[in-house]
């Protein structure tokens, strides 16, 4: 009935449509629990089957850890013991490996689409380490994504592992405490994009730092120094906060929780501990919901999701979950458009003297609209060819050769640039091209605060990575405020006035994925830009950069799984620090502040 999945679907057709495909179209929602096997995904006759008391769906709902206690524990006797040796063996040492690489909270039975990439990284990586294979060489790419110092420290340990048994390990990375273990580090650079592809410094760690076109190098022999910026003050109970009682969503053990507002708050905890839970399942859609009932005015009393009341919220004007999900999913969307700069860079070529002699208004500069763009191709660029058992390819188009525009539109240039010259141009040339534009000029800046003045600014959205959206998304926000909010607070003259700005709440989920040691300090300082714009940051990290620059730090464990969902620890950086016992997060944030206190001014 439901396809071993445990839960009601509709009929699976294998000839329609892939089996991937047909799960996440029908599991994007709520779906209901399949009520033939009551979710346990297999027949009657397979579930009454007993072992040790327990069926076999019993053993497959248990946490990594929990399974792995309940196995190591297993005492068996005569016949059974002697058909279980070998395969007790096999699943002790299976889950000793995932353990190893930090999933212990993960029940065994999760659903492989439900895993973030990180979780399934760490499971390949798991299944590999049981195999015993020798001369092989593993490639993986950024393996500590969503990992906490603590479980960072296992992985590497299993890496080493992999390697001590005659193995070679490639890993692309940007962690930094990786980076410091390995033999052999190639650096490339010294820029993103264009400004990139050399070969910058190759060797031990020790000639990378002293490579002086190294960026990577240079972060490494002078780290990051915290706070660089001063905190903002922050009194338990007397703050202006967001105060949930009794949370209770999957782990989260009835938290009574108070988040200061227009502050930079990380909550931080091992994988598992119900971070996601409380931030993106209860403070976002509590909040989202009662904001959107507001605008509605509606007087509909429904109860909170997840808790008991959530209060503190009627000074918010909206919320938004900063993620990383693509900014759009056609060739036409691109980062001047997304933004909202590419408006007024086609009203600046409509008030040429060319387009005004023509009659030419913005529009006519548009590849979303009929008139100037190129009806070859539609404004994409580029034609999809679809093509018989095979997946689809896409070309260049043919009529405009990739500029998106006609040719009559093509013959009006502004400063010598005709409007596709101008959509092929990087963010960092743009901005001086349009140094005199402030409307242009000010998101263009922001883009290179955030490090992405390598991008062009009609890069095809598809072709972006999560990172680049997720700083996208943040820019498209900054550039709301006045410009007057975009520098940073020590550059800011003492009397300027500060505007009064919309109070919005801003949640991120691990932002630094995928992000470079430099670019994490231009990610840091757009925060901050956003809370000095009066606005509310909550960001769920386990970087710590970022927790070191945060105003108030919430830690979530002591475990994962139904270890976690408890408070261990809250505060400001170096209140965590103070913490002796139960707090993970604590224990390397007192080293971390340790080295990385920044000197008195």
């Not at 000793?96 to 930090?102: M, W």
């Not at 409007?419 to 960092?428: F, P, Y």
């Not at 402030?438 to 922001?446: D, G, K, N, S, Y």
């Not at 520098?487 to 003492?494: D, F, G, L, T």
Request: net charge positive; hydrophobic share 35%.
């Amino acid at each position: 009935g439901c396809y071993g999945t445990g839960l009601e679907l509709p009929e699976f057709d294998e000839q329609q449509t892939g089996e991937e495909s047909w799960w996440s179209t029908q599991t994007d929602g709520e779906s209901a629990i399949c009520r033939a096997c009551d979710g346990k995904r297999l027949r009657p006759e397979a579930l009454a089957v007993r072992f040790g008391g327990l069926g076999i769906s019993d053993y497959t709902a248990m946490p990594v850890q929990e399974a792995e206690r309940a196995f190591r524990g297993m005492r068996l006797h005569g016949r059974a013991r002697t058909v279980a040796r070998d395969v007790l063996a096999e699943i002790r040492a299976r889950l000793s490996f995932l353990k190893a690489v930090g999933l212990s909270y993960l029940a065994l039975d999760r659903a492989a689409p439900t895993l973030s990439g990180g979780e399934a990284q760490r499971i390949r990586l798991a299944s590999q380490l049981g195999s015993n294979l020798r001369g092989v060489c593993y490639i993986l790419d950024e393996p500590t994504i969503g990992l906490h110092p603590r479980d960072n420290r296992a992985l590497l340990a299993t890496l080493s592992k992999l390697q001590a048994k005659g193995n070679t390990v490639v890993v692309v990375e940007h962690d930094e405490e990786t980076i410091r273990r390995a033999a052999h580090v190639v650096d490339l650079g010294p820029g993103a994009g264009s400004q990139g592809g050399e070969l910058v410094a190759e060797g031990s760690v020790e000639a990378l730092m002293q490579s002086p076109r190294s960026v990577t190098g240079r972060l490494l022999a002078q780290p990051l120094r915290h706070p660089f910026m001063s905190r903002r003050p922050t009194r338990a109970g007397r703050s202006e906060s967001l105060r949930i009682t009794a949370a209770r969503l999957h782990n989260l053990r009835n938290l009574n929780v108070a988040l200061p507002l227009k502050r930079l708050v990380c909550v931080t905890g091992i994988s598992g501990s119900g971070k996601s839970s409380l931030v993106r399942g209860v403070l976002h859609e509590n909040v989202k919901h009662r904001l959107e009932r507001r605008q509605r005015r509606s007087r509909q009393t429904d109860g909170p999701r997840g808790c008991r009341d959530i209060r503190g919220w009627d000074g918010l004007s909206r919320v938004m979950e900063v993620d990383q999900r693509p900014i759009g999913k056609t060739p036409r969307s691109c980062p001047a458009t997304y933004v909202g700069f590419w408006d007024p860079i086609r009203r600046l070529f409509a008030d040429t003297p060319e387009a005004r002699m023509r009659g030419y208004t913005a529009g006519r500069f548009s590849f979303n609209l009929k008139g100037g763009r190129c009806e070859a191709c539609e404004g994409q660029g580029v034609k999809k060819i679809e093509m018989s058992f095979l997946p689809d390819v896409k070309v260049v188009c043919e009529e405009c050769q990739g500029s998106r525009f006609n040719q009559e539109t093509l013959t009006v240039r502004y400063k010598g640039k005709s409007i596709a010259d101008v959509l092929n141009t990087s963010v960092d040339d743009a901005a001086d091209f349009f140094a005199a534009h402030t409307a242009i000029r000010h998101p263009l800046r922001l883009l290179q605060d955030v490090g992405l003045g390598y991008l062009t600014l009609g890069q095809q959205s598809p072709t972006l990575s999560g990172g680049e959206a997720q700083r996208i998304k943040l820019v498209t926000e900054l550039a709301k405020t006045r410009s007057g909010q975009s520098e940073p607070r020590e550059n800011r003259s003492a009397r300027a006035p500060v505007t009064k700005a919309v109070h919005a709440l801003y949640i991120l989920d691990e932002p630094t994925i995928g992000l470079h040691m430099a670019d994490v300090e231009k990610l840091i300082r757009v925060l901050h830009r956003l809370v000095d714009a009066g606005n509310s940051v909550v960001v769920i990290e386990h970087n710590l950069d970022v927790i070191a620059e945060a105003d108030w730090i919430l830690d979530l464990g002591p475990g994962g799984g139904d270890d976690g969902g408890r408070i261990v620890a809250s505060g400001t950086p170096e209140d965590v620090a103070r913490v002796k016992e139960g707090s993970s997060t604590a224990k390397f944030l007192r080293s971390f502040l340790t080295k990385r206190r920044a000197k008195p001014r």
